[in-house]
């Protein structure tokens, strides 16, 4: 599949991330480790949203009893984690199989040989044109038009899924659409090569939605650090063994069936198997297990669907550029990186094919081995991070990515070239390995925990602003007949530059430091405007150095009345108050400027949404749940 979710303004469907948070029983997000596109936006507003049932009842308990015990009865846990089994399949059957076949149906479109000519020993190189582009351009136009679609359009999806209750009738709705369009790629030939493209671009753009709406459920599952490890451990396993499962089964199936060499049958059986999967486990997932979920957060005055994810992604980063700069420079950095990363199996894949000419079996094998080797890889990072910090030992990652791509593309050179290249994707496979999990953690320990939600969505959103260049520049480089060896190095230009900016974090320790004085000095806000400048709170805006915005307006200067309440997701102290007019309806006492009784709010971090205005306001100091962490 091409296009994705993380790097690049899409979910790269070609790289196997799962994103896991751990939140210790206060709420605080304490550690990230990431290893799926997941690509989702993230609407700061806490909200008291009450966790995951747990409940077992008879429509479940008799179909997973060891699965529900497992995850302490935790139906939404269940469902995560059977999902997680398609998601993995779905990604390698479009990499490998599809794409590959694609590929061929294309060049023979084009008028191009698909087969060894006599006396050749190897393919001729396509230089035909098929609806305008050559057949080698395929993949990465594919990938470059879901990541423009998906960078657009994720925003809106993370502001269904925290505004409205319809989570999990999108996430059924998604499911089913990949479900239908994967069986339909069972049927895939010369004739219909075309429309199968297409349908690619809605499997991949339909899978970045599913996994936005499926990612929605972790914060909910549970509060205890123990569990969350446990949890998302195995959330880990159930997506990457079955991706090793997959590949080890194809390669079996098509060995015995003697099609190792036939591109368009091995593309068919993937893809029954696939939707064998996807039936199953979605079906099973989406229908029995996952549960419906209110919406988290209303919409900001001013605000609409359409509108509110943006407004919010841009609120967070003008706050990120006045007040952190190690925390800009790491989201710069990302933003360079992660399209490379993303881009690299699209990539990865044609040049396997086109270059060097392999088969899909060999295709399966190179993704099996880059796959085992980041298990080593994830080892390595943990162990060099704490000899060094997590920024320099992403450096070092990242010097190894520049090296490895370069010597790749200047030794692979044609077909025959097997056991180099294999070489070459076991050391790819480790630094992936090394990667994701040092660049979680380098951001995950600079950000201030209670911003974590808000900051969490930005992290993702960096990671896709540009997922589209590297495509977009691979494609044009090849368009115009630049060898392809070239347009493989060009990604160690995005490589240097992340390199190089990650310089200008400045020192580690003291951007941990600065995260956590910001954790101890401030609260998150959240300001209720009354409608009708009455005393109702109905409509909430985040705000940002409210208590001196109000200490330096005069509507503020007279009385305050402070009243406070027991939520049954966080206690809630609601600040009442009143300026030199009266509030409509209200009848309010004045009460002296120094009352011991009376508790300041605190300094807030929230991005600002707009210009508050201060007169007749209501201030909700909360100390809710952690809200929910959505993918842009």
Known sequence: MSGGCTGGGACNLYSARQLSSVQQDNGENTSFNSTECVGNDTSGNESPLPLSSGKIDSSTSFLCIPCLRFYDGNTNAVGFAIDSSPRGVIVVGAAVFVSTSLIRLAEYAAGCAT??????????????????MRPSSLITTIQLIVSVIVAILMPLVGAIIDHTKYRKTVGQSSAFVITVSVFTQIFISQSNWFFMVLLQVVVAVTYCVHANVTFAYLPELTK???????????????????????????????????????????????????????????????????????????????????????????????????????????????????????????????F??????????????AILILLTASIPGSMISTWVTKKINPIRSLQVVLIIWMVTTTLAAWVLVGSGQQAQAYMFTSIWGIATGWYFPTERAVYCTIIPKKQDAELMGLYLCACQIIGWLPPLIFTAMNEIGVSMRLGVIMLDVFFLASFLVYFLVGDYDKAVEHARKNDTNHEDLIVEIPEGHNNGCDTTLDTSNIVEERQQSPAFEEDALFKEEEHTKGKIKEVCVSGRENIEGGNRGNTSEEDPDVEKAPESVEAVNGTVQLANTIVAVIEPDKSSVLPC
């Open 224 to 350: 205890a650090k123990d569990k969350m490890l446990r949890y998302y451990g195995s959330f880990t396993v159930a997506q990457f063994g079955s991706t090793l499962l997959f590949l080890a089964l194809m390669v079996v199936l098509t060995t015995l069936l003697q099609i190792t060499d036939d591109v368009l049958n091995s593309a068919r059986l993937s893809q029954m198997v696939v939707f064998i999967v996807c039936l199953v486990f979605f079906g099973y997932s989406w229908i029995m297990l996952f549960e419906d979920r209110p919406a988290s957060q209303t919409v900001p005055e001013g605000s609409s669907l359409l509108t509110a994810g943006f407004k919010k992604i841009f609120a967070t980063t003008c706050e990120i550029r006045k007040k952190y700069p190690a925390i800009k420079w790491t989201l710069v950095g990302v933003a360079l990186s992660e399209p490379a990363v993303g881009t690299f199996m699209s990539i990865a894949i044609t």
């Open 352 to 365: 396997l094919n086109v270059q060097l000419q392999f088969t899909p079996t060999e295709n399966g094998t």
């Open 115 to 132: 087969e060894i000519p006599e006396g050749e020993t190897e393919i001729p190189e396509c230089t035909n044109r098929v609806y305008g």
